[in-house]
T-cell receptor, first 117, second 114 residues
Framework: DAGVIQSPRHEVTEMGQEVTLRCKPI?????LFWYRQTMMRGLELLIY????????DSGMPEDRFSAKMPNASFSTLKIQPSEPRDSAVYFCASSPRLSRGEGNEQYFGPGTRLTVT | DAKTTQPPSMDCAEGRAANLPCNHSTISGNEYVYWYRQIHSQGPQYIIHGLKNNETNEMASLIITEDRKSSTLILPHATLRDTAVYYCIVRVASGYSSASKIIFGSGTRLSIRP
């Protein structure tokens, strides 16, 4: 398996522009997570989906951020309009459904480094 | 989810065992202990998890104290490639609910010296 795929790997944009980050989870995984990582705040969970349905979006910073999962193999995180403080590395992760009552490990993609000037 | 406490940094000589401690004194009976690591410029990587028994896999061993208030991740023969930030996380492992999310703390920055 190719693992979690994210695109683009790097994105540089100007303030006010729309940014779309893309993620392809591991085939067969039921959960998909979006995280953001900065030096100041560390790794933060933004939103996660179960079977393409958003379950918890309490980490989404504000209305400028939106995430969708139209099918089991694709998700997007959109920022509109972007601001310099959105500069960060954005990670997507997926995990399989739970089994035997145990926890499920998350598999992370390589991340998208976003710079907003 | 229970809060965890880890030392901010540690170092270890290459080839020696690296022992990374984690305190989770408020852990509940249904919470698992998870370890992830993040190598520079990469996404976090799952290492191991356990409930109350010690666990071992190809990457590491996890030792959980009998009262479950602390645990230790052991990398038996550390290499330079093990230099990373290691995160100890405790979380409920249950069905399809918000309990499935992971909250990352600040972790331990492990440096392996040649």
């Amino acid at each position: 398996d190719a693992g979690v795929i994210q695109s683009p790997r790097h994105e540089v944009t100007e303030m006010g522009q729309e940014v779309t980050l893309r993620c392809k989870p591991i085939s067969g995984h039921d959960y998909l997570f979006w995280y953001r990582q900065t030096m100041m705040r560390g790794l933060e969970l933004l939103i996660y989906f179960n079977n393409n349905v958003p379950i918890d979006d309490s980490g989404m910073p504000e209305d400028r951020f939106s995430a969708k999962m139209p099918n089991a193999s694709f998700s997007t995180l959109k920022i509109q309009p972007s601001e310099p403080r959105d500069s960060a590395v954005y990670f997507c992760a997926s995990s399989p459904r739970l089994s035997r009552g145990e926890g499920n490990e998350q598999y992370f993609g390589p991340g998208t480094r976003l710079t907003v000037t | 989810d229970a809060k965890t406490t880890q030392p901010p940094s540690m170092d270890c000589a290459e080839g020696r065992a690296a022992n990374l401690p984690c305190n989770h004194s408020t852990i509940s009976g249904n919470e698992y202990v998870y370890w992830y690591r993040q190598i520079h410029s990469q996404g976090p990587q799952y290492i191991i998890h356990g409930l109350k028994n010690n666990e071992t896999n190809e990457m590491a061993s996890l030792i959980i104290t009998e009262d479950r208030k602390s645990s230790t991740l052991i990398l038996p023969h550390a290499t330079l490639r093990d230099t990373a930030v290691y995160y100890c996380i405790v979380r409920v492992a249950s069905g399809y609910s918000s309990a499935s999310k992971i909250i990352f703390g600040s972790g331990t920055r492990l440096s392996i010296r040649p």
